[in-house]
């Protein structure tokens, strides 16, 4: 069983390019490194919630948005992922 994560790094990086705001913005905006920022996009860290919160506030959505569940976008194959990506920008 693979563990579980908090945060569905695709949601971050679709949420800020939403945004049109690069890492570095983002940065600037929140206080967190863009170092840590990539970090958080490529799945490498999991953020805290105080992180989410923050980031929720700078895109302007409901931190929860940003948690994965299960049967998620992440929880998905790379040929799945490249299926949604393309009906959700469609």
């Not at 799945?43 to 948690?67: C, E, K, M, Q």
């Amino acid at each position: 069983m693979r563990p579980t994560r908090l945060v569905c790094w695709h949601r971050l990086r679709l949420h800020r390019q939403r945004t049109k705001l690069t890492q570095m913005e983002v940065s600037e905006r929140t206080g967190i490194s863009q170092s840590m920022l990539s970090q958080l996009e490529s799945g490498a860290r999991s953020p805290s919630l105080t992180t989410l919160a923050t980031l929720g506030d700078v895109f302007g959505i409901n931190p929860l948005r940003l948690i994965e569940v299960e049967g998620d976008y992440c929880s998905l194959s790379p040929a799945e992922r490249r299926a949604t990506r393309t009906e959700e920008e469609g």
